[in-house]
């Protein structure tokens, strides 16, 4: 791992080739993490990946959190490795919902928060990206094909967002199937 | 005649001396394999598009038993996640218990006893054994080998007894708590464990000797579905697969998360890569665990086998009836269980697939606040393109086998 000042070395690095990038570092129990401008994700990924002496060319593990009710709201973490020098660094881009305090957008409606894939940089990334899509709604631009992955394709809503509704999704059963369960599940629960 | 033919037949004619022969006409044909099939490993859906009999295109579509169990995790306080993290991989829940315990133990900064640290490498070498076993069994089975699946079994349920004599449970055990383990080991269980350990070494020459040279299984494995360890290495490939490529590469050995630099082991490496190498060096394996196996029940500490943090690890029963203090706390941990100042972790581990790592967030309150799991079996599977395209659709069988992904886990 780099160490405290290592991590601000690192910073400063990215700082000079690239001013404002890093929003912040972050030294909690012993795990190092650069907190990124979304914007920018992928020219810092870039950086670490391919600068000498960097070399952080192993993506370990890619996944997303909603931090409800912190603003901004949603972050998607890379676990980044340096197999040489068995280090890992974490970089966590920090994503904003743009339907802020709009009731109904964890059940599927309105614009969704985007983010640059990094699939081109990282191959491995495409199924993990994917995920992140399916239960976070996050958008990653120039996914070569972002659907989702464990979840069925017509499934309504983003549930691994913390606001979103748990034990309230109505079964279809014969009895029901007429009054289209799923749509009066969104005009319901999005109201209260 | 069609529009090529007349071409083919034109020149025919204009150039003297010259014969053209078509190819034969191919036909792409898409067709849809699992999601219910033996071969599939669990309830994977393939769909392959093939020419002829030659695999052109791969696409995996996974999620048939996703149970949403991370979001589960979600509403239970940080010790009661241990059971739902344990059912996602079925076959290494040792592994899933350590990913997840470690997190929550990097957390709250607790330290635990050695002797448990030894009990938790003794189980999960246990549990690597194990699951290489069921590998090896339906791996055989698949390429039409079927004793080696009865073989294989009879020495998993040697394993899964002891699992019983430990913790209670032959799988999904919750053995490990956070802090340590819950019971220490029962009397007879060493002897039971040396006993097996004896045996195990013999049983696996008996496997190669079944395997290794067998006419069958070489021509079905030897040189298909190697991809370099490059690429491997781009698709975050990592465990045996990555290791039969070459790549000596194993957080047993370059991490610290259990003392494994205590035990002298190997990390056995293939030369190609292909379904072979993949074969042997999983075989290879078995046998540096029970090399860690011996050193760790030699080597066992005395003491306890959980940490004395009452605030996060239950008191001993005894305690009940006789301690006000203990009384509380149990009442507390029960209850509402612990909570962990805010923080985020990742924690990775070596399980029989690759890099198990478990990502858990803390709010400061008694429940996670996010759990993920970054599932060796759910990367691995995007390497199955590259392994599968360019080979014969009966040779996808072995391919997948021996990428041995556990549907579980992927879809969690």
New interface residues.
């Given amino acids: 791992m780099p160490d405290a000042p290592g991590l601000e070395l690192i910073r400063g690095e990215i700082e000079t080739e690239d001013p404002g990038a890093v929003l912040e570092t972050s030294f ?4 190092p993490a650069l907190i990124v401008d979304s914007t920018r994700i992928l020219a810092v990924l870039t950086w670490l990946h391919d600068t000498p002496g960097q070399e952080y ?5 890619l ?1 997303a ?3 409800l009710p912190a603003e901004p709201r949603f972050a998607v ?1 890379y ?1 980044l490795m340096n ?1 040489n020098r ?1 280090e ?1 660094i ?1 970089v966590k881009a920090l994503l904003a919902d743009p339907e802020a305090g709009r009731p109904g957008s964890e059940l599927g409606q309105g614009a969704l928060p985007e983010l640059d894939s990094c699939v081109e940089l ?3 990334a ?3 990206e994917r ?1 992140a899509y399916d ?1 976070f709604g996050i958008v990653f631009k120039g996914h070569p094909g972002l659907t ?5 394709e017509d499934y309504v809503g983003w ?2 967002r ?1 606001d979103f509704p ?1 034990g309230g999704e109505p079964v279809t059963f014969t009895y029901n199937e007429e009054g289209a369960p799923a749509s009066e599940h969104l005009s319901t629960s999005g109201a209260d | 005649m069609t529009t090529l033919e007349k071409a083919a037949s034109e020149v025919e004619e204009q150039v003297p001396g010259a014969t053209v022969e078509l190819e034969p006409e191919t036909e792409m044909m898409t067709i849809n394999m699992g999601p219910h099939h033996p071969a599939t490993h669990g309830v994977l859906r393939l769909i392959v598009q093939l020419e002829g009999e030659v695999v052109k295109d791969l696409r995996p579509i ?2 048939y038993v ?1 149970t ?1 169990i ?2 589960s995790c ?2 239970k306080a940080y010790w009661k996640v241990i059971p739902y993290v344990e059912r996602m991989d079925y076959l290494s829940y040792f592994f899933n218990m350590q990913a997840y315990c470690g997190a929550v133990e ?2 709250i ?1 607790l330290e635990i006893p050695r002797r448990a640290q030894y009990l938790r490498i003794i189980h999960m070498e246990l549990n690597r054994l194990h699951s290489h076993l069921v590998w090896l069994g339906t791996t055989a089975l698949d390429l039409g080998a079927m004793s080696m699946f009865w073989y294989c079994f009879r020495e998993r349920d040697t394993i899964l007894d002891l699992f019983e004599m430990s913790a209670g449970q032959r799988m999904h055990t919750r053995y490990f708590q956070i802090g340590g383990v819950i019971e220490d080991i029962p009397t007879g269980f060493e002897r039971k464990l040396l006993a097996f350990l004896d045996e195990m070494p013999t049983r696996i020459r008996q496997y190669e000797a079944l395997l290794d040279r067998n006419e069958i299984f070489l021509r079905r494995t030897k040189g298909f579905g190697a991809v370099s360890k490059e690429r491997l ?5 990592t465990g045996p697969l990555l290791r039969a490529a070459g790549e000596p ?1 194993d957080l047993r050995k ?2 610290d998360y259990l003392p494994y630099s205590e035990f002298d082991f190997g990390i056995p490496i293939g030369s190609v890569g292909d379904g072979y190498d993949r074969y042997r060096c999983r075989v290879a394996e078995m046998f540096e665990s029970v090399k860690i196996l011996q050193q760790a029940l030699a080597g066992l500490p005395e003491g306890p086998h959980i940490a004395n943090d009452r605030k996060y690890v239950l008191p001993p029963r005894s305690e009940l009836s006789t301690s006000m203090e203990s009384l509380i706390h149990h009442f507390k941990l029960v209850t509402e269980g612990f909570r962990v100042a805010p ?4 924690n ?1 581990v070596e399980s029989p697939r690759g ?1 198990l ?1 478990c ?1 858990v ?1 803390a ?1 400061g309150s008694s429940k996670p ?2 759990v ?1 799991f ?1 599932d060796p079996s ?2 691995n ?2 390497a199955l393109h590259d392994m599968a395209v360019g080979t014969y659709v009966a040779d996808l069988i072995q391919t997948l086998a021996m990428l041995d992904p556990i549907l579980g886990g992927i ?2």
């Fill in positions: 909690d129990r012993d795990q060319t192993f993506l370990s593990s996944h959190a909603d931090y973490h676990e197999r068995v890992r974490r990282f191959p491995t495409n199924f993990q995920e239960f989702r992955i464990l979840l069925a549930p691994q913390r748990v | 996974v999620g996703h949403g991370e979001k979600e509403e990097k957390l900064d290495l781009e698709l975050g490939v590469w370059v991490t923080g985020e972790v990742y990775a890099e790592g990502f967030v709010d606040a996010r993920h970054r759910f990367v599977l995007q879809d969690r």
